[in-house]
Nanobody
Framework: QEQLVESGGGLVQPGGSLRLSCAASIRTFSTFSSYAMGWFRQGTGKARDFVAAISTGGGSTYYTDSVKGRFRIFRDNAENTVYLQMNSLASEDTAVYYC????????????????WGQGTQVTVSS
């Protein structure tokens, strides 16, 4: 049974926007607010790379350099959901995007992940 479920991926033109959502199972994440959350992505034939992370309360966020100023991670602890708002999308953003949970946002940034979602495809193309 999946614990993290992503949605919101799709096909978008360069310069467009998408918002990804990741809903955490209430049964598994009854204390969602105690988990740091993050997003990773994996392009075809490439390694899975860190994109963004957010602390348990949402007060601290971290981004890989290539998305700074374009992407924003935020969370709604009442809804057990984390989001990734992606603006000014470019072809190099094309990848499968994975939601991840962790004990600490800094650890997520280093790739220390407790659980993964199944991934959602984002394709940026004209």
């Amino acid at each position: 049974q999946e614990q993290l479920v992503e949605s919101g991926g799709g096909l978008v033109q360069p310069g467009g926007s998408l918002r990804l959502s990741c809903a955490a199972s209430i049964r598994t994440f009854s204390t969602f607010s105690s988990y740091a959350m993050g997003w990773f992505r994996q392009g075809t034939g490439k390694a899975r790379d860190f994109v963004a992370a957010i602390s348990t309360g949402g007060g601290s966020t971290y981004y890989t350099d290539s998305v700074k100023g374009r992407f924003r991670i935020f969370r709604d602890n009442a809804e057990n959901t984390v989001y990734l708002q992606m603006n000014s999308l470019a072809s190099e953003d094309t990848a499968v995007y994975y939601c991840a949970s962790g004990r600490d946002a800094r650890q997520l940034q280093m790739g220390v992940v407790l659980s993964w979602g199944q991934g959602t495809q984002v394709t940026v193309s004209s």
